[in-house]
């Protein structure tokens, strides 16, 4: 019942300086677009620490020290909203692949689309495969990090993990290198349901850099790979936690 009440206080606070931050960030329309960005991800670290405060939940970060000093691509399982809140805080010279709808809600979308995210037409996959190339190669090239979410949508926890090949061939044609990332943050804040008090565990892995795989499938597999192995390990630590059997 406890986490019932926090879920719902949660959402009502998190929901109220969502609309809050969107007109900010559309009232930051006057600033350089760079500037704009970085004082855009303040919304992230707002929900992060209602998470935290209302909800209870935590985060642990591995890996930190193989986030990069240029921009690369960033790959990451997606199980929840919390990682699309959580990412921009680790590193603020981002920008987002994301379905093109969420660009036109009022007020969130077009604050949404003043960050410039790369908003792609998912029913057309072969055009939308060379708009993430082209504007992710100016993204890059502008010292932006492009971040992606392979799988396409949230999945729970225990869905086999399957990663479509976008990341993979974007890094592949720009010949920059991918950081991977896993977590558990569907065990906590999951896509439908209560919200859940613990610690979401981060791992951020060593590039893996394109150069060293013969084709875009292989280097496909070694991403999804080893993000496989650490959200499933995250996953089951957690259920052990709870007494919960896989």
Excluded at 14 to 32: F, K, N, Q
Excluded at 186 to 210: C, E, M
Aim: glycine share 6%.
């Amino acid at each position: 019942m406890l986490m019932k009440i926090r879920t719902v206080l949660f959402y009502v606070c998190w929901g109220i300086a969502t609309a809050i931050w969107s007109l900010l960030i559309v009232a930051m329309i006057v600033l350089p677009y760079r500037r704009r960005l970085l004082w855009a991800t303040g919304w992230a670290d707002t929900s992060i620490w209602l998470a935290r405060v209302l909800a209870g939940i935590d985060y642990q970060v591995h890996g930190r020290e193989h986030l990069p000093d240029r921009a690369m691509v960033f790959a990451s399982n997606h199980q929840s909203t919390w990682e699309t809140l959580f990412l921009p805080t680790l590193w603020r010279d981002q920008v987002w692949v994301l379905k093109k709808e969420l660009t036109q809600i009022p007020i969130f979308g077009w604050a949404m689309a003043l960050l410039r995210p790369i908003a792609i037409d998912r029913s057309q996959r072969k055009q939308a495969m060379q708009q993430v190339i082209e504007q992710g190669r100016a993204k890059i090239e502008a010292g932006l990090s492009v971040v992606m979410y392979p799988e396409g949508h949230r999945f729970a926890p225990e869905v086999p993990l399957k990663f479509k090949s976008g990341a993979a061939r974007l890094a592949h044609n720009l010949q920059v290198s991918i950081i991977p990332i896993a977590h558990n943050a569907g065990q906590f804040w999951p896509r439908r349901g209560w919200l859940h008090s613990g610690t979401v565990q981060v791992f951020i892995g060593k590039a893996i850099d394109p150069a060293d795989f013969e084709t875009v499938e292989a280097f496909n597999q070694a991403l999804e790979d080893w993000v496989r192995v650490h959200r499933d390990q995250a996953v089951q630590a957690e259920n052990a936690r709870r007494g919960v059997s896989a």
